[in-house]
């Protein structure tokens, strides 16, 4: 079992920049993919992107260049630094690991192992 929780959600205005933190514990070590997926209000939850254990990364087209994905593996934390916020951002952001065969068609459709609490991000106009 993995344990995920995520830290550093909070309000922010738009154009700012938040970083948000997921901290894995348990069977860790850094043979987990890690990602990153957030739900707004009234909508479905959405990937926004994984890294792999070598740090190969993707994102969802839509924050390619404001959104970078990093890990530390020595932490087992990974990160998702976001850039040039906007009212649309707001969300729980959720982390999730995966030790599976890695798919971007399995991130995509939130096919992953194991879950996170989730983090409150909220951007103001």
């Known amino acids: 079992q993995v344990q995920l929780v995520e830290s550093g959600g909070g309000q922010v205005q738009a154009g700012g920049s938040l970083r948000v933190s997921c901290e894995a514990s348990g069977r860790t070590g850094s043979s987990y993919v890690m990602g990153w997926f957030r739900q707004a209000p009234g909508k479905e939850r959405e990937f926004l992107a994984f890294?792999?254990?070598?740090?190969?990364?993707y994102y969802r087209d839509a924050v390619k260049g404001r959104f970078k994905i990093s890990r530390d593996n020595a932490k087992n934390t990974a990160y998702l630094s976001m850039n040039s916020l906007i009212p649309e951002d707001t969300a729980v952001y959720y982390c999730?690991?995966?030790?599976?065969?890695?798919?971007?068609?399995?991130?995509?459709?939130?096919?992953?192992?194991?879950w996170g609490k989730g983090t409150r991000v909220t951007v103001s106009s």
């Open positions: 890294i792999s254990r070598s740090r190969n990364t």
């Open positions: 999730a690991a995966d030790a599976g065969l890695l798919r971007v068609s399995r991130w995509v459709a939130g096919d992953v192992d194991y």
